[in-house]
């Protein structure tokens, strides 16, 4: 089984550009049914429909939600649509499955107020003397934050930065997103000046914008995450309120509020449908509500 796994993970990467994160996603929902199968006598070339729904149910008791119980059923379909491909099976026993349906949450927002005093704390922090490996920590954790909030990227995206996507010119840097695709994303001059003086402190020859000593050769997300959780206790804000992912809802949420139009919003967070990007448009009810009541002449009675 795991060698239909591997196979079928291994076609993902090299045919549809998936990225590691999904990779990983992918690996640990099919290990998961692969042994739900195992244990029902059966194997992954001779699964039933009866299976496949017996593991999403029990998935589901296990407190397994059902926007997580959609994204493991579209994994098991992948494979098993794979697996018909390859003809190692004639069937394909999720093909009526319907997929769990779930409310679309909201995403988490911080105020333009919040968001400023994240960046002034951080930006005090990296210009108060310091150890010099304590400052050049709350320097790069400064200029991680400018670049997150002034273009939206994905977590994975920022942390991954090569100093070519910035070294020719600090006006746009390139965004290399899910599926390999590159997008170009304008920098504002607080974030651009940001990044001149942290690209300044570094030793040349480097490959990354924020590198490290792991694996990857790059500043680990769950690093990142766990730096910017102690900004926040430290500007006076919910630590369980901030995460990376909430500065870019922030920066999408905060550009349409400004006026800035949906597709415009969509190209710069790379999204593939627009439909993903209206979910932000929910920071213009209340907006809308007061100008409403504020102005329209039968609002007083």
Avoid at 73 to 93: E, G, K, N, V, Y
Avoid at 136 to 156: H, I, P, Q
Avoid at 166 to 187: A, C, H, Q, W, Y
Avoid at 210 to 237: H, T
Wanted: proline fraction near 3%.
């Amino acid at each position: 089984m795991s060698q239909l796994i591997g196979a079928f993970l291994e076609m993902l990467s090299a045919e549809s550009g998936a990225a590691k994160n999904t990779i990983d996603a992918y690996r640990r929902d099919l290990s998961g049914y692969a042994g739900f199968v195992s244990g029902r006598g059966q194997t992954l070339l001779t699964a039933t429909r009866d299976t496949v729904t017996a593991y999403l149910d029990q998935s589901r008791r296990d407190g397994l939600s059902a926007s997580s119980s959609a994204r493991c059923l579209s994994a098991i379909r992948q494979f098993h649509r794979f697996l018909c491909a390859d003809t190692l099976r004639s069937d394909d026993p999720t093909r009526i499955i319907a997929s769990p349906k779930s409310a679309r949450a909201l995403p988490k927002v911080l105020s333009i107020a919040e968001v400023d005093r994240l960046l002034t704390t951080a930006e005090a922090a990296a210009n108060a003397p310091d150890e010099p490996e304590a400052q050049a920590a709350a320097l790069r954790l400064y200029v991680l934050l400018e670049l997150l909030y002034a273009t939206g990227m994905r977590v994975s995206e920022l942390v991954s930065l090569r100093r070519a996507a910035v070294m020719r010119d600090t006006s746009f840097i390139t965004v290399t997103g899910k599926g390999n695709k590159e997008r170009v994303v304008p920098l504002n001059d607080r974030a651009r000046d940001a990044v001149k003086a942290y690209v300044a402190t570094l030793e040349p020859g480097g490959v990354f914008l924020f590198p490290a000593n792991g694996a990857e050769g790059y500043l680990a997300r769950q690093v990142f995450a766990r730096d910017l959780k102690g900004l926040a206790a430290r500007a006076g804000i919910s630590s369980a309120r901030v995460a990376p992912h909430v500065l870019r809802h922030a920066f999408a949420s905060h550009l349409l509020a400004g006026g800035a139009d949906l597709r415009v919003v969509q190209m710069l967070l790379g999204h593939a449908d627009i439909s993903t990007t209206q979910i932000y448009t929910h920071v213009l009810d209340e907006k809308l509500r007061d100008l409403v009541e504020t102005h329209h002449p039968l609002a007083q009675r």
